[in-house]
């Protein structure tokens, strides 16, 4: 009996050892030994991952910044890839909330993206910040430009729109430019907006001045209670640095008031619907603050055709830095030799001439852009098109 008890242990130990070693193998073979999500080989494809409002009220610009990265990735897949290895993309939907971006950056982590190009709304992108950190995810953010982004320091995080403060300064050369004397500033509480409404207000102190303040919450369909509080300060210029959504409700109703006094949104309204939701009639010659749009930028034609031969649509807000993204992320990879999110981090602090949409690029000891790149944009006939470059 002794002898055969130790045969039979004997025995169960060598093939316990043995299924310990396949499954530490196998833990191997998947990247989960290193703490990596699905795709960790040095060898598959560069997974890139993009949070982009795909539902809820911004919901229009998620296709534009998807189909503009892709755009890239097929250009880049093309010509070989990245030192031989395809790029993929990767995309969760942000929906400009908080809870949804969270969730969809722990999807995008645990589905091994090596570098984040998404990031729309600002207060979507903050909480999604400490999530791609902890995963040493470097992250190059095309819409999003809360000056709340760049407070936080996190030296994974860069900004290929400009910044809130360089947004809040073109406002206020605009202002100046047409003679504002009265400026009334409107937000919807949001990150991004009461950033750019508190950046605003602390450039007026002199001529123009600030005439008045109101915050909405976003959302709603009735605006005429803010609209009359912000309209007791008599203002000669109104600059809502909210959504489209919104700000098409409060332009309408804004006129239907009677004010006649001109009105400037900020680039998150920067889209035809915003058109749409005030009627073109309210909407003509509003102004609005923005980066370069498709229609804006000098010789793009040809990508613009390529775009709208690829998705079937015209290109709108953000498909370009979209497309940058991308392209920044691979000449990150080329240069560094690999997808090790430090060595990206340190190409990526080093690129100095890249040629973007928005021109050559060198992001400064913040990793924002150099030269924010706001121009004054209007609605003409029912078409949002350049009016100001500020030069």
Not at 16 to 37: D, E, I, P, R, T
Request: charged share 20%; proline share 4%.
């Amino acid at each position: 009996m002794t002898a055969y008890l130790t045969r039979r242990l004997s025995r169960v130990a060598l093939v316990g050892g043995a299924a310990v070693a396949a499954m530490m193998l196998s833990a191997c073979g998947n990247g989960l030994a290193s703490g990596g999500g699905e795709q960790s080989s040095d060898k598959g494809p560069i997974v890139l991952g993009m949070l982009t409002p795909l539902s809820g009220s911004s919901s229009a610009i998620g296709p534009y910044m998807k189909n503009g990265a892709q755009l890239a990735v097929d250009e880049i897949n093309g010509k070989g890839g990245v030192d031989g290895r395809k790029l993929e993309l990767k995309v969760e939907d942000e929906a400009c909330d908080a809870k949804s971006a969270t969730a969809g950056a722990n999807k995008l982590v645990t589905a091994g993206v090596k570098i984040s190009v998404g990031g729309y709304c600002s207060g979507a992108t903050l909480p999604t910040l400490p999530i791609f950190e902890k995963a040493d995810v470097p992250m190059l953010i095309p819409a999003a430009n809360s000056n709340e982004l760049v407070k936080q320091h996190k030296k994974n995080v860069f900004l290929i729109n400009g910044t809130g403060a360089q947004q809040s300064d073109a406002a206020f050369k605009f202002m100046k430019k047409v003679g504002a004397t009265k400026v009334a500033l409107m937000d919807d509480n949001t990150s991004y907006s009461k950033d750019i409404a508190d950046t605003t207000a602390k450039l007026l102190t002199g001529s123009p001045a600030l005439a008045g303040r109101e915050s909405v919450t976003a959302g709603e369909s009735d605006y005429s209670a803010n609209v009359n509080a912000i309209l007791k300060g008599q203002p000669d210029f109104i600059y809502w640095t909210g959504y489209y959504q919104e700000g098409g409700l409060i332009i309408r109703q804004l006129r239907q008031a009677g004010y006649t006094g001109k009105v400037m949104v900020a680039d998150g309204s920067v889209d035809q619907k915003l058109v749409d939701i005030a009627g073109s009639e309210a909407a003509e010659g509003v102004f609005a603050t923005m980066t370069q749009t498709p229609e804006t930028i000098q010789g793009a034609d040809k990508w613009i055709a390529d775009y709208k031969s690829k998705f079937g649509a015209a290109p709108g807000p953000y498909s370009t830095q979209a497309y940058d993204a991308v392209r920044v992320a691979a000449e990150a990879v080329k240069q560094a030799g690999s997808t090790d999110g430090d060595a990206v981090i340190k190409a990526l602090e080093g690129i100095d001439g890249l040629q973007l949409f928005s021109g050559p690029l060198k992001f400064t000891p913040d990793h924002t852009l150099s030269s924010g790149g706001f121009q004054i944009l209007t609605v003409e006939k029912g078409k949002i098109v350049l009016k100001d470059t500020l030069q």
